[in-house]
């Protein structure tokens, strides 16, 4: 298996010599500065691929390739922003880079309520807290209609907690589920969000399902001709948020998506945290049954909290996932295709990572600590490597 990292380009503050000392051998990233519905060209690619390779490492998973909202809602943009999509596939593929993860999450991406929760150690974690959530759709937001997605107690319990809360603590919460997409700077408007969820009322869940069909119809095709991976990003997380439908969080979600198209090119991104944040999700399991199309790995594990809705994201071995299960599933999977002629290592990386150490006061993307990563990618490399030896 290929050990990668997660290198968010020249402005991230951890840097590709990092990632060369922690021990990966693949870069994971992408061309954040260029919008979703735009073509990435091959100059671009290249101008990165030369970055990376001048570090000693290689790119060898985009994360991601944007899908637009147009796409999302199949709005009057579509088309274009599919032949640009189809675009960039072609061009990666000409650069040599064919393993390409994307997500379906509308309007926001992965979300989170507290990007600083201290544990016991005093390493920093995330968290999500679905009362902390309500407390900001109903009384920050004042999304209409929110008061149908929540109890008469939920609703009790979030304006407590809110009175709770001081001017700042309220200012932190808002700016920390507002971030836009992981990579960029930007901090979505409340009027801006308000919007963007209202466009969604008259998709729904049955809507956004079909419309990844379409999208999965439209694009496969060109990623199949073109050798190149696509796998789509589980919810995270896995659940509906704001009022917005999720439609990749489950294992009958995962199979649905996969049942679109028959190109093997339409592949999934196993992210054992997203869907670990579900507690009805058997991993293991999910894992058995599409182990054939997951072409990217995101390792890391999730603690829920016990009588509470809420969880945080553990160190990478601790926490409720079982991380050894599933490396011995991936283990068994990789030999496999090596088997039948398929020679290519399923590229994982440490998902995530605490702060802990002199990570704490480094400047570095929500999630995406130095020395985090690096206690996660040796824990995930001493397990692979126990693994291998043993199976």
């Known amino acids: 298996m290929e050990q990668t990292w997660r290198w968010f380009g020249p402005r991230d503050d951890v840097t590709l010599a990092d990632a060369l000392q922690a021990g990966a051998t693949g870069i994971v990233t992408a061309l954040h500065d260029i919008p979703p519905g735009e073509v990435w060209s091959v100059e671009a690619i290249q101008e990165r691929q030369g970055i990376v390779a001048a570090s ?76 902390a959530l309500a407390a900001f759709d109903l009384f920050i937001l004042q999304r209409p209609g929110a008061e149908q997605d929540w109890n008469e107690d939920e609703q009790r319990q979030a304006h407590a907690f809110l009175q709770r809360m001081s001017g700042a603590q309220r200012e932190s919460l808002s700016r920390t589920i507002l971030a836009g997409l992981p990579g960029t700077a930007e901090i979505y408007s409340l009027d801006y969000v308000r919007n963007a969820i209202a466009s969604y009322a008259g998709i729904g869940r049955e809507g956004l399902r ?136 399923i590229p994982f990386r440490s998902d995530h990572g605490n702060k802990i150490l002199t990570d704490i006061g480094r400047p570095a993307v929500p999630g995406y600590p130095a020395v985090g990563r690096l206690r996660g990618l040796a824990e995930l490399r001493g397990v692979m490597t126990a693994v291998e030896a043993l199976t």
């Not at 948020?241 to 991104?269: C, M, V």
């Open 210 to 345: 079909a419309n990844l069909g379409e999208f999965l119809r439209a694009v496969c095709p060109c990623a199949e001709e073109n050798g190149v991976r696509l796998c789509i990003h589980p919810d995270d997380p896995p659940r509906s948020l704001l009022g917005l439908p999720r439609i990749a969080s489950t294992q009958s979600d995962l199979e649905f998506l996969l049942a679109q198209t028959p190109e093997s090119a339409n592949g999934i991104t196993f992210c054992s945290g997203s869907l670990g944040a579900r507690p009805d999700n058997n991993l293991p399991e999910i894992m058995k049954q599409v182990a054939s199309r997951i072409y990217f790995v995101h390792l890391r594990s999730t603690k829920h909290e016990s009588g509470h809705d809420a969880f945080y994201e553990a160190a990478h071995l601790a926490g409720d996932v079982d991380i050894v299960a599933l490396m011995k599933l991936l283990v068994h999977e990789e030999r496999r295709r090596v088997a039948s002629d398929d020679p290519t290592p």
């Open 56 to 131: 000693g490492l290689i790119w060898s998973v985009v994360e991601s390739v944007n899908v637009s909202e147009a796409i999302k809602q199949r709005g009057p943009n579509w088309q274009r922003h599919i032949d640009n999509y189809c675009a960039t596939l072609r061009n990666l593929a000409a650069c040599g880079i064919r393993t390409v993860c994307y997500n379906f999450m509308p309007v926001l991406d992965w979300l989170r309520t507290d990007l600083e929760w201290e544990l016991p150690d005093g390493s920093i974690s995330m968290r999500f807290e679905a009362e």
